[in-house]
Nanobody
Protein backbone atom coordinates (compact mmCIF):
# COMPACT_ATOMS: atom_id res chain seq x y z
CA UNK A 1 0.00 0.00 0.00
CA UNK A 2 1.38 3.36 -1.04
CA UNK A 3 1.69 5.94 1.70
CA UNK A 4 3.04 9.47 1.78
CA UNK A 5 3.07 11.03 5.21
CA UNK A 6 3.88 14.69 5.70
CA UNK A 7 5.06 15.96 9.06
CA UNK A 8 6.59 19.10 10.49
CA UNK A 9 3.90 21.66 9.83
CA UNK A 10 2.88 24.16 12.47
CA UNK A 11 2.91 27.77 13.53
CA UNK A 12 5.86 30.05 12.82
CA UNK A 13 6.38 33.80 12.94
CA UNK A 14 6.92 35.82 9.80
CA UNK A 15 10.55 35.76 8.82
CA UNK A 16 11.07 32.41 10.49
CA UNK A 17 11.99 28.99 9.15
CA UNK A 18 10.39 25.57 9.12
CA UNK A 19 11.26 22.18 7.65
CA UNK A 20 8.55 19.79 6.58
CA UNK A 21 9.16 16.15 5.72
CA UNK A 22 7.41 13.45 3.74
CA UNK A 23 8.08 9.78 4.40
CA UNK A 24 7.18 7.42 1.58
CA UNK A 25 6.41 3.71 1.51
CA UNK A 26 4.86 1.12 -0.78
CA UNK A 27 6.70 2.07 -3.96
CA UNK A 28 10.27 2.47 -5.21
CA UNK A 29 11.03 5.89 -3.76
CA UNK A 30 14.61 5.96 -5.02
CA UNK A 31 13.41 5.73 -8.63
CA UNK A 32 10.65 8.30 -8.29
CA UNK A 33 10.77 12.05 -8.78
CA UNK A 34 9.04 13.95 -5.99
CA UNK A 35 7.33 17.27 -5.58
CA UNK A 36 5.80 19.66 -3.09
CA UNK A 37 2.58 21.54 -3.79
CA UNK A 38 0.42 23.81 -1.69
CA UNK A 39 -3.20 24.80 -1.55
CA UNK A 40 -5.07 27.61 0.14
CA UNK A 41 -8.81 27.34 0.88
CA UNK A 42 -10.85 27.90 -2.24
CA UNK A 43 -7.83 27.91 -4.53
CA UNK A 44 -6.22 25.41 -6.84
CA UNK A 45 -3.26 23.34 -5.72
CA UNK A 46 -0.10 25.10 -6.84
CA UNK A 47 3.43 23.97 -7.53
CA UNK A 48 6.13 24.70 -4.97
CA UNK A 49 9.18 22.57 -5.74
CA UNK A 50 10.25 19.36 -7.42
CA UNK A 51 13.30 17.09 -7.31
CA UNK A 52 14.58 14.35 -9.58
CA UNK A 53 15.06 10.76 -8.45
CA UNK A 54 18.70 11.30 -7.51
CA UNK A 55 18.32 14.76 -6.07
CA UNK A 56 20.63 16.10 -8.73
CA UNK A 57 18.03 18.38 -10.28
CA UNK A 58 15.54 20.68 -8.62
CA UNK A 59 13.06 23.34 -9.71
CA UNK A 60 11.05 25.93 -7.81
CA UNK A 61 8.08 28.19 -8.23
CA UNK A 62 9.10 31.82 -8.68
CA UNK A 63 7.32 32.73 -5.45
CA UNK A 64 9.61 30.52 -3.33
CA UNK A 65 12.86 30.59 -5.31
CA UNK A 66 15.72 31.50 -2.98
CA UNK A 67 13.62 30.93 0.16
CA UNK A 68 12.70 27.24 -0.04
CA UNK A 69 14.97 24.23 -0.61
CA UNK A 70 13.82 20.76 -1.60
CA UNK A 71 16.02 17.77 -0.84
CA UNK A 72 15.72 14.02 -0.44
CA UNK A 73 17.31 11.10 1.37
CA UNK A 74 16.75 7.93 -0.62
CA UNK A 75 18.10 5.84 2.23
CA UNK A 76 15.28 7.10 4.44
CA UNK A 77 12.59 7.29 1.75
CA UNK A 78 12.10 10.91 2.73
CA UNK A 79 11.77 14.21 0.89
CA UNK A 80 12.17 17.51 2.69
CA UNK A 81 11.15 21.11 2.15
CA UNK A 82 13.23 23.63 4.07
CA UNK A 83 11.37 26.93 4.19
CA UNK A 84 12.90 30.22 5.28
CA UNK A 85 11.88 33.88 5.29
CA UNK A 86 8.31 32.70 5.67
CA UNK A 87 5.52 35.19 5.08
CA UNK A 88 1.82 35.15 5.99
CA UNK A 89 0.98 34.35 2.36
CA UNK A 90 2.85 31.06 2.82
CA UNK A 91 0.05 29.97 5.17
CA UNK A 92 -1.48 27.01 3.35
CA UNK A 93 -1.58 23.22 3.38
CA UNK A 94 1.54 21.63 1.88
CA UNK A 95 1.31 18.31 0.04
CA UNK A 96 4.05 16.00 -1.13
CA UNK A 97 3.59 14.00 -4.31
CA UNK A 98 5.37 11.17 -6.07
CA UNK A 99 5.87 10.18 -9.70
CA UNK A 100 5.93 6.41 -9.48
CA UNK A 101 9.18 5.15 -11.04
CA UNK A 102 9.50 8.23 -13.21
CA UNK A 103 12.95 9.73 -12.88
CA UNK A 104 12.34 13.24 -14.19
CA UNK A 105 10.83 16.07 -12.20
CA UNK A 106 7.86 18.18 -13.25
CA UNK A 107 5.87 21.15 -11.99
CA UNK A 108 2.60 19.73 -13.37
CA UNK A 109 0.38 18.31 -10.64
CA UNK A 110 -1.44 16.00 -13.05
CA UNK A 111 1.76 14.09 -13.74
CA UNK A 112 2.08 12.88 -10.15
CA UNK A 113 0.71 9.47 -9.22
CA UNK A 114 0.54 9.58 -5.44
CA UNK A 115 -0.32 12.31 -2.95
CA UNK A 116 -0.02 12.74 0.78
CA UNK A 117 -2.71 14.05 3.10
CA UNK A 118 -0.97 17.37 3.64
CA UNK A 119 0.50 19.31 6.52
CA UNK A 120 -0.69 22.74 7.58
CA UNK A 121 1.76 25.63 7.88
CA UNK A 122 0.63 28.85 9.54
CA UNK A 123 2.79 31.98 9.41
CA UNK A 124 1.80 34.71 11.83
CA UNK A 125 2.51 38.36 11.14
Amino acid sequence: QVQLGETGGGLVQAGGSLRISCVASGFTFSRSAMGWFRQAPGKERGFVATISWSGGSTDYADSVEGRFTISRDNGKNTVYLQMSSLQPEDTVIYYCAARHEKLTMTATAGRYDYWGQGTHVTVSS
